[in-house]
């Protein structure tokens, strides 16, 4: 009875929940079908159509509406917006269908090839690397405005105002593109006139050769100066704001700057309006030293600007470099020096105040080398004249780029001051980029000297990163032919010491002295510094000579040769000293060296005399990149119990006497004319080296002007001498020491055919004897 009563009122229960259920599931549809009744812009589903390449869940990631959300205009648009700014779609819809989004898109091409047509100046190749399009990525008209805007600005800024570029479109299959741009150059905009206004002191010619831009001129074909350049014409602003603060004028400035374009698009105008202002003297100059070791008393000795000299802008910053220099010598890396300015307008004065800020003594923690791929680093920091260790110096760290650039093994050098773990420590950050060191070259060449020449010769000047040297060369000319083997090892036994062998063949044409000579031998050479700037060297030299005459008839044979022919054996010991300061051997622009040497010949062997050399360089700067160079040589050799030898004295003339042929100075032979050599010899040089235009450094061209001043005489043979082949008494000529001057210029191009040098030289004094040359070039060529 029990058990019926539960089974009866189960089942009722479970009858009155599943109402219940069934109610309220009711109710929620009715609410559910009343709020969509209530809200018809609920999105229930989007549409992507049209899209090709991109999946449909690309595209519906950039929206910023999404299913389920009320529709809302604002969103749309912004959703519209980021579609196209992604550069995927050339043209993006999107509206609605009943309750689904729908987006149509218009996918934008595969880019197949860029095409440039026209360009004749600029190289396709250089072009394409300007702009950012690349086959196989998306077209876009955007970026291809941006690549067309870009290569506009690289055709203006290389003078061509005038060019223009029409991008154009081929449509392929499978919705790709080939992109051209048509361009049309056009000519070159030059500048066609320069204008100065305001200007009261100086004329609009001297301010003109002031700045970098020229007029353009048709003989000015080989710079680039005379094209227009907003960048150069911001430069020119600069040059001529230091030009007037040079020479006193503090209140100069440049109100405008304009340059017109002519309506044929062909030249500028360029105007300047300027207020130059009145003159200003230095005043009261004066020192504040925070540093104990640095006093203020000293240093106001030592600045370049004094009280009462005309105002110089210049002077003010190399007083703030030649400050900080002294107290890096004392081992301050991080000085600060400021000059605070004081102006005052009624005396027409600047007073100045230079703040020499306190800064610890520096020390140096560490040096680190960067960029060395092949070098190793003992290469380099055995060059460095600065230690882990060390007081800074900067006096040392500036000789230490000078080392390291001198090896020849690197196209720049950077040592840069860390600061390191505490204030008082620095480290010297050495950059380097390695430039190759190893050629090997067949060349032929012409030239006034050896005629035409052909050459082979295989160099590695960085041995697997050692720097050790390895060569051989040879060449054959008309009149020489020489072989060369040599190795030199830098720092022998890891010691600054230079150890070096070399062996040799030569046979030699001089016809000016009617004699041929074959010679073979071999030669051991060191060397090892003294101080920072002085090193001394020795050699010992052992020569095989076989001298003779050339197969002409008799009469042609100088008597003063006959003792010269023959076999001879030469053993000789040298040394030298030399002192450089030279900032680049190649091509120096400042420094000096002088170095003295002497050759003893008579350790064996059948040779003896005392040889006796000096030569002095010297390099300064005397405006801009002008640069004076002066050079002085002389020798002197004297036979030891006999006379000295035709090929050991010397010969003077052509390429180191220009304006007169090889040998053509000296003692000769009056009938033959065989030049004969002297046994002492000065020559000295002025030349100044005039910096041309940017397109003709472009091209590798150079130019200088000098005049060479020497001669040649004392020979120790009788004065004349009787042929018994022809019955002729034969006399020399030409033996004294009086001067032969020239004067000239010269040219020198790095062509791509190899060095290219060109002097054009006047004999102004010389002796009836000599010989002369007024037109002198060598050409040669490497591949």
Do not use: C
């Not at 003692?667 to 080296?689: C, H, M, Q």
Request: no cysteine; aromatic share 12%; hydrophobic share 40%.
């Amino acid at each position: 009875m029990l058990n019926s009563i539960r089974k009866i009122f189960v089942t009722r229960a479970f009858v009155i929940v599943f109402f219940l259920g069934a109610v309220f599931s009711g109710a929620g549809e009715v609410q559910a079908q009343q709020s969509t009744s209530i809200n018809p812009d609920v999105i229930t589903k989007i549409i992507v159509t049209g899209s090709q390449r991109i999946e449909p869940a690309t595209v519906k990631s950039y929206l910023f509406i999404h299913k389920g959300d009320v529709y809302n205009e604002k969103k749309v648009d912004r959703s519209l917006k980021t579609l196209f700014n992604t550069g995927l779609f050339s043209d993006v819809k999107i509206g609605r269908s009943g309750t689904a989004l729908v987006i149509e898109v218009v996918e934008n091409p595969i880019i197949n090839r860029i095409v440039f047509e026209g360009n004749k100046y600029k190289k396709s190749d250089k072009l394409y690397k300007e702009i950012h399009l690349r086959p196989r990525i998306v077209f876009s008209r955007s970026k291809v405005r941006a690549d067309v805007a870009r290569l506009l600005e690289i055709y203006r800024r290389g003078g061509r105002f005038a060019a223009s570029i029409v991008p154009k479109v081929i449509q392929l299959d499978q919705n790709r593109v080939n992109l051209i741009f048509e361009i049309t150059e056009g000519p070159k905009s030059s500048i066609g006139q320069i204008n100065f206004m305001g200007n009261r002191v100086y004329n609009n010619n001297e301010l003109r050769a002031i700045i970098r831009s020229k007029e353009s001129r048709w003989w000015k074909f080989l710079t680039s100066d005379d094209t227009y350049d907003p960048d150069r014409m911001a430069f020119d602003k600069q040059l001529l704001r230091n030009f007037y603060r040079s020479k006193g004028y503090a209140d100069f400035r440049i109100t405008s700057a304009v340059a017109e374009l002519a309506p044929d698009m062909k030249d500028f105008f360029v105007n300047y309006t300027v207020e130059e202002g009145v003159i200003y003297h230095f005043g009261k100059v004066t020192v504040i030293s925070k540093i104990p070791d640095l006093k203020s008393s000293i240093l106001s000795k030592l600045t370049l600007t004094r009280k009462g000299d005309l105002y110089n802008s210049k002077l003010i910053d190399k007083t703030v470099e030649y400050l900080t220099d002294i107290a890096g010598l004392k081992g301050y890396a991080f000085v600060n020096v400021r000059p605070r300015i004081r102006r005052d307008r009624k005396k027409q004065t600047i007073n100045i105040t230079y703040v020499v800020n306190k800064a610890p003594r520096v020390y140096v923690e560490r040096i680190e080398i960067h960029g060395n791929v092949l070098t190793h680093d003992n290469v380099i920091r055995r060059e460095m004249r600065l230690v882990e260790g060390d007081s800074y110096n900067s006096a040392k760290m500036k000789r230490s780029k000078i080392r390291i650039k001198s090896l020849g093994f690197f196209k720049s050098v950077e040592i840069d001051q860390v600061e390191g773990s505490t204030d008082d420590k620095t480290i010297l950050d050495v950059t380097v980029e390695e430039q190759s060191t190893g050629s090997l070259s067949v060349g032929m060449g012409f030239s006034s000297l050896n005629r035409f020449m052909f050459d082979f010769s295989i160099r590695q000047r960085n041995l697997m990163g050692t720097g050790q040297d390895l060569r051989f060369s040879s060449r054959v000319s008309s009149r020489s032919k020489q072989i060369d083997i040599g190795f030199t090892q830098p720092y022998f036994l890891g010691r600054p010491v230079v150890a070096g062998v070399n062996l040799f063949y030569r046979n030699v044409n001089f016809r000016l002295a009617n004699f041929t000579q074959d010679s073979f031998g071999i030669g051991l050479r060191t060397a090892f510094p003294v101080t920072e700037y002085m090193v001394m060297s020795g050699r010992y030299n052992l020569r095989r000579d076989k001298i003779k005459y050339p197969s002409l008839f008799l009469g042609s044979r100088s008597p003063f040769l006959t003792s010269n022919i023959g076999t001879f054996t030469t053993s000789s010991i040298g040394y030298g000293i030399s002192y450089n300061t030279l900032d680049n051997l190649k091509k120096p622009n400042r420094g000096q060296r002088i170095i003295i040497s002497q050759d003893v010949a008579g350790f064996g062997g059948n040779v003896k005399y005392i040889r006796t050399r000096l030569n002095y360089d010297y390099f300064v700067p005397i405006y801009g990149r002008w640069i004076f160079g002066a050079k002085a040589e002389g020798g002197h050799v004297i036979g030891l119990g006999q006379s000295v030898r035709i090929n050991d004295r010397f010969f003077l003339g052509n390429p180191r006497m220009r304006g007169f042929q090889r040998a053509g100075i000296g003692p000769r032979d009056n009938l033959t004319r065989s030049a004969l050599g002297g046994n002492i010899f000065y020559k000295g040089s002025l030349e100044v080296f005039i910096p041309l235009g940017s397109g003709a450094r472009e091209l590798g061209i150079e130019a200088s002007v000098f005049v060479d001043a020497g001669a040649l005489f004392s020979i120790d043979l009788p004065n004349q001498l009787f042929n018994p082949s022809t019955g002729a008494i034969h006399t020399i000529v030409g033996d004294t020491p009086k001067p032969r001057v020239s004067a000239g210029v010269g040219f020198t191009w790095t062509s791509p055919f190899g060095p290219f040098r060109v002097d054009f030289a006047k004999a102004i004094l010389s002796n009836k004897y000599d010989r002369t040359e007024f037109f002198q070039f060598n050409i040669g060529t490497r591949f």
